[in-house]
C-alpha cells in the first residue's frame, strides 16, 4: 500500500511539471487562437539563456530578470514576425508557422549558446522527504508548490488587472473586442511574453532536474496529452489533465509496463489521452464547439 | 407522366455537355520519358541513390499524407508511424512467405498499414481537428515502442533492424541503384496515377466535402465517419509502401528509429510546402525538402570554405527551414505548386499583363 501511495504521490507531483508546460499552450491559445507547438522551444531558449547569464556570473535575480526581458522581446519579434501576417489566417497554418518558429528558436537557441549540457542549480535538494511512511522527492514538492504559486499569480493577473480583462475579452470573442477597441496586436504580445515566461519557470525546473539541453524542447510533447485531457481552453484543465496523465503514467509504468516489457511511458499518456477523447471530444474542460453550417 | 417526357424530348438525344476538355498532357509525357529513359542512361549512382530514390520516395509518402491532410482535412503527424507498419509488414512477407514476389509483397505491407491506419482512425469520428491531431501522435509513438520491443517484427536480429532478404522481380536483381530507381519509380506513377483518378471520383469529391466542412457534408448526406475511415485506410496504404521503399529501396537497412516523429514532420511540412490538395505539389515539395539540406551544405562549404563547424552550419540550416516555412505560409498559402502556376500564366501572357 504504501508503494502505492509512493507511485501516485511521485507521479501526481512529476505531473505538476506537465501542467507548468501545458498552461504555456493553454494562454496562448485561448488568447490567440493559435496551437503554439513552439513551447518547448521557448522554453529551451529560456532555460539556456538564464544559464548563459548565470555562467557570466550574474546573480540569480538579475539573470531571472534579464531573461524575462528577452522573452518579453521575443515576444514582441515573433508577433510581428509571424503572428501579423497571417492574422486571419486558418488555425492549421498558424500551427505549421509555429512548427517553422520552434525550428528557428532551436537552431538559435543552439547557435548562440552551444548545444552541450548545462548543469542548472536551483539551490533545491533534491533529497527524499518523509510524508508519514511515504516517501517524496523535496524538489518535486517545490516544483509543485512553484506551480501553484504560478496559478495563483496568473489567476490574479486575469481576474483583477485591466490587461487581464482584455485578455479575457479577445479570448471571448477577438471580433468583439476589437470593436471596443483593445489592441490586439498588444494583447497578442503581452500573450506571448507571459507564456514566455511560464515557459521559463518550467524551463528552470525541467533544466535543473535533467540539464539544460536540446531534449528540452522535446517536453512539448509530454504536455500535449496534458492539453488534450484538459481542453485546450482551460488553465484548471491543464493543472487537472498533468495531474491524470502524471499518475497514470507512473501507474502504469509499474503496474501495466511490466508485464508488456516496459518503456511504455512515451506513448501510454497518449493512448490515455484518446481514451478521455473519446468519451469527451473537447477535453474535460474544453469548450464545445457548436457547428453550425 | 407521360406529357413531362413529351414536354422533354431534347434531353436524352443531346451530347453530353463536355465539361472538361481534356487534352493528351504532354508536358507529363516528356517527364516520364525523362525518368524512366534518360535518366537511367545518363544518372550516376551518386544522383540515383542520394537525390532520386529519396525524393520520389518521400513524394510518395507526400502523397499519403496529402490525401488524408489535403484532402480529407484530417491532420496528422503519425505519418511515419504508417511508414514503419509498411516497412515492417513487408520485411515480414518477404522473409516468411516463400516465393512472394516483391509487388506482392509491397502491397500487401501497404494493405496491413492500411488496416492499422483504418484502426487509428475510428476516433475521427469524434474527435476533430487539434485534438484528433494529438491523438495521432498516439499512433507515432505506439507502433515506434512496438516496433522496437517485440523482436518478432525484426526476425529476433539483436541490432534491431531490417532488410530486404530478397529484392528481385521476374528474375531480375534490383540491388543496383539503378533497378532500386526504376522499381521506386514504377511504384510511385502507379500509385499516383491511382490517386489522381481517386480524387476525381465520387470518393475524392466526398473526402473534399467533409475537409471544407464536415457537418455540412453531413447534412448533405455524405457518410461523414465512413469516409473519413476510408481516408485514414487509403493514406496509410501510401504511406505503408512508401515505407517499404524508403526502407528497402533507399535505406538498405532499417528500424524503427528510422520512422520517428521527425520523418513525419518532415512529410508535414512537404505538404505544406509543396500544396495542400494537390498531387503534383507533393512532388515539387518533396524536391524543396530533399534538395535544401543538400543546397544549404554545398553553399555553407562554399562560402565558409569549411572553416565553420558542422554543429553551428547545422543549426543555420534549421533556421533558414524555419524562416522559409514561414515565409512559404505568409506569402503562398497554396504552397509552392500555386507559386508555380502563377508563374506559367504569367509567362503565358508575357510581356502583356491584364
Known sequence: MTFFLETLLGGLLAGTMYSLVAIGFVLIYKASGVFNFAQGAMLLFAALTFVSLQEQGLPFALALLLTVVVMAIGAIVIERTVLRPLVNRSQITLFMATLGLSFVIEGLAQGLMGAQVRALDLGIDDVPVFLGEVMVSQFDLVAAATAALLVAVLALLFNSTRIGVSLRAVADDTRAALSIGINLNRIWQIVWAVAGIVGLVAGLLWGARQGVQFSLSLVVLKALPVLIIGGFTSIGGAIVGGLIVGAAENLAEVYIGAHIGGGITPWFAYVLALVFLYIRPAGLFGERAIERV | ?354
Open chain 2, 1 to 354: 407522366m407521360t406529357t413531362l417526357s413529351h414536354s422533354l424530348p431534347a434531353a436524352h438525344d443531346s451530347a453530353p455537355v463536355e465539361l472538361l476538355r481534356r487534352r493528351l498532357p504532354w508536358g507529363l509525357l516528356a517527364l516520364l520519358a525523362v525518368a524512366f529513359g534518360l535518366v537511367p542512361w545518363l544518372g550516376n549512382d551518386y544522383w540515383l541513390n542520394a537525390i532520386l530514390i529519396p525524393f520520389l520516395v518521400l513524394s510518395l509518402a507526400g502523397l499519403g499524407l496529402n490525401l488524408l491532410t489535403g484532402y480529407t482535412g484530417q491532420t496528422s503527424v503519425g505519418a511515419a508511424g504508417f511508414m514503419a507498419v509498411g516497412a515492417f509488414a513487408t520485411y515480414g512477407l518477404l522473409l516468411r512467405v516463400p516465393g512472394l514476389p516483391l509487388p506482392l509483397a509491397l502491397v500487401g505491407g501497404g494493405l496491413i498499414a492500411a488496416g492499422v491506419g483504418f484502426l487509428f482512425g475510428i476516433p475521427s469520428n469524434r474527435i476533430k481537428g487539434f485534438y484528433l491531431m494529438v491523438t495521432t501522435l498516439a499512433a507515432q509513438f505506439f507502433l515506434e515502442w512496438v516496433f522496437t520491443k517485440f523482436p518478432w517484427f525484426y526476425n529476433y536480429a539483436s541490432s534491431g533492424t531490417i532488410s530486404a532478404p530478397r529484392l528481385e522481380l521476374l528474375g531480375h536483381d534490383l540491388h543496383s541503384p539503378l533497378g532500386r530507381y526504376l522499381l521506386v519509380l514504377g511504384s510511385v506513377v502507379l500509385l499516383t496515377w491511382v490517386a489522381v483518378n481517386l480524387v476525381r471520383s465520387q470518393i475524392g469529391r466526398n473526402w473534399m466535402a467533409i475537409r471544407d466542412m464536415d457537418t455540412a457534408a453531413a447534412v448533405i448526406g455524405i457518410p461523414v465517419d465512413r469516409y473519413k475511415r476510408l481516408a485514414f485506410a487509403v493514406s496509410s496504404f501510401y504511406l505503408g509502401v512508401a515505407g517499404a521503399l524508403w526502407a528497402f529501396a533507399y535505406l538498405g537497412t532499417a528500424s524503427a528509429g528510422s520512422f520517428d516523429i521527425n520523418r513525419s514532420f518532415q512529410i508535414l511540412f512537404i505538404i505544406i510546402i509543396g500544396g495542400m490538395g494537390s498531387i503534383a505539389g507533393n512532388f515539387v515539395g518533396a524536391a524543396f525538402i530533399s534538395l535544401l539540406p543538400l543546397l544549404l551544405n554545398q553553399a555553407g562549404q562554399w562560402l565558409l570554405g569549411g572553416n565553420v563547424d558542422a554543429g553551428q552550419l547545422q543549426n543555420l540550416q534549421k533556421i533558414i527551414f524555419g524562416v522559409l516555412i514561414i515565409w512559404f505560409l505568409v506569402k503562398e498559402p497554396e504552397g509552392l505548386i500555386r507559386l508555380l502556376s502563377n508563374l506559367r500564366e504569367r509567362l503565358a501572357i508575357w510581356p502583356l499583363r491584364f
